[in-house]
Each structure stands twice: as C-alpha cells, then as structure tokens.
C-alpha cells in the first residue's frame, strides 16, 4: 500500500498517514477552500494527529484526500474552540452519486461536498 501512496503523494505525505494508521490516529481537516463550484471543495488544510496534540497543517488537494480514504485511510474534521483547543468533529466518508465522487462527512447520497462547519482557507 505504502508504494502506491509514493505515487500520489510526497514522502512526508506518506510518512504521516502511516504514522496516523499505525497508531490508530486519524489525518485530520481543519478548513476547506471550495472551487468555482461550490458543491466541489478544491483543497484542505490537513493535519497530523499525534495523539498528544496535532501537528501543523499542509494544503492537500481535493485528489488526494479521495485517494487516501480509497486506499483504507480514515480522516476526521476538528474545529478550533473558543479557548484555541482542538475538538474532534466528524468523520470523513467518500459517497459516489451518480458517477461522482464526494466527501461528506454524512453518508446521505447528496451532490456536493460537505464537511460540516470548517472555516474556509
């Protein structure tokens, strides 16, 4: 699994979703930019779960969180609260209506990404 993700993503990309699996943590997103069309996020800021806390984020592309939930990995949203704490959200699942793919972090078979609340990049 680890020499398909090579061709996908960087070598620190790799190196983090297999720490995360490996420790039963979860990549986790914490914001989105959407495309021109809205229904369609374009990038997330994805961070490292260290089970202590939660590293710095990376702009991962639309591609690459599909490619990674496809290949087994499982991301989660946080939010930051009010006293600049991380809180876990949700899970994040890939629906496919119609042909096309989604991230939702619902299951309900709507055409559109959504992610819940995240603030936007």
């Known amino acids: 699994m680890a020499k398909q993700l090579h061709k996908r993503f960087s070598t620190k990309e790799v190196k983090m979703l297999l ?7 979860f990549p986790s997103i914490s914001a989105v ?4 069309d809205p229904k369609h996020i374009k990038e997330a ?5 260290r089970g202590d806390g939660i590293g710095p ?32 959200g949700e899970d994040v699942h890939i629906i496919e ?3 096309k793919k989604y991230i939702r972090t619902d299951k309900n078979e709507i055409e559109e990404d959504n992610l819940g609340e995240l603030p936007e990049l």
């Open 19 to 25: 720490k995360c699996k490996c420790q039963g943590l």
């Open 45 to 49: 800021k994805v961070h490292e779960d």
């Open 57 to 88: 984020g990376e702009i991962w592309s639309r591609s690459q969180i599909v490619s990674s939930i496809e290949s087994g990995y499982s991301f989660i949203t946080i939010l930051k609260t009010e006293d600049d704490k991380w809180k876990r």
């Open 97 to 99: 209506v119609k042909g």
């Open 33 to 36: 930019s959407y495309s021109e």
